[in-house]
């Protein structure tokens, strides 16, 4: 297939980086695309801590990335302490506008990487001294912007900085992968499409709710966010599965801010594996098997170029 000077630089087979999805991008999952050819990231979402962090590690070995979460960094300062100990080959926080972290992580001669909705994130970041920035489309699972869609927002920051840019958001085919190469990212920044396979850390209703849905089963919302009290900024609302509590509540929030019962009961059910909200992006439709990261990065490498 078709490669790129970034992923050749890291000693990439394909291009492609599983995200860091907190609790779900373990380091079993980061070992097991790191041995296939790709990039295998650890990920410290809401949930994230350094004791967290030594945990997947151990279970993953060397070779990978580590992704975190900006507002969960500053909460734990001792979770950056713990990565930059680890010598990941990459470091990615994200979600926040605090780029002293770079610095930090230069001096320890690792590679980092944000997330980026507009030219003028993008130059920020790579003036910060950020190594590879990711091209978050609207259409990726989990915490992200509503807007905007992936293909203009890549042109956009291609042609705003020097730097290798990989794509994000929607991409779980061959053909996904293929056209955001062509269109000239570094490499495929892909997270729902791993999310079912078999060594993540998705609990089995969560895998089986994957397999069976389709992108118009996704929906933006900060319903379980809210109801857990967790200061994600507003900008950014998670797309999951359509549940009966996002049914109920997404364009409501406001409503469920002040509504205490509701959101006692929704913490009750995320709390429950057979009822937690489960993350999703609008290529959720691909997924129809459980399979292994390597089955999956054979699948995506297969025909892209």
Not at 215 to 234: E, F, K, M, Q, R
Not at 263 to 269: M, T
């Amino acid at each position: 297939m078709r490669t790129t000077a970034w992923a050749r630089e890291l000693g990439l087979r394909v291009p492609v980086v599983n995200a860091p999805m907190g609790g779900v991008a373990g380091g079993r999952l980061a070992a097991a695309v790191h041995a296939a050819g790709g990039l295998g990231m650890i990920g410290m979402g809401s949930a994230g801590s350094a004791a967290a962090l030594r945990t997947e590690l151990a279970a993953a070995g060397e070779g990978v990335g580590i992704g975190v979460v900006d507002w969960v960094l500053r909460a734990e300062p001792e979770l950056l302490e713990q990565a930059l100990a680890a010598r990941p080959r990459l470091l990615s926080v994200s979600f926040g506008t605090d780029l002293s972290w770079v610095a930090a992580a230069r001096a320890h001669g690792i590679r980092t990487a944000t997330q980026v909705y507009s030219a003028d994130e993008a130059k920020r970041a790579h003036d910060a001294g950020v190594d590879v920035l990711v091209a978050r489309g609207a259409a990726g699972g989990g915490h992200g912007t509503a807007a905007p869609e992936l293909r203009p927002l890549l042109d956009e920051v291609l042609a705003a900085v020097p730097i290798p840019v990989l794509a994000a958001g929607g991409i779980a085919t061959a053909a996904d992968l293929a056209a955001v190469l062509t269109a000239g990212a570094s490499g495929a920044w892909i997270g729902t499409r791993f999310a079912a396979c078999a060594e993540s850390l998705l609990p089995e209703p969560g895998r089986r709710a994957l397999i069976a849905a389709t992108a118009d089963d996704t929906v933006l919302t900060s319903t379980y966010d809210i109801a857990a009290g967790l200061p994600w900024p507003a900008r950014f609302p998670s797309r999951v599965l359509r549940d009966p509590a996002t049914d109920r509540w997404a364009g409501h929030e406001d409503d469920l801010r002040t509504d205490h019962a509701a959101r006692v009961e929704l913490r009750s059910r995320a709390a429950d594996p057979a009822t937690a909200p489960v993350d999703a992006g609008r290529g959720v439709g691909a997924i129809t098997r459980v399979e292994t990261a390597a089955e999956i990065l054979g699948s995506l490498s297969a025909t892209a170029g």
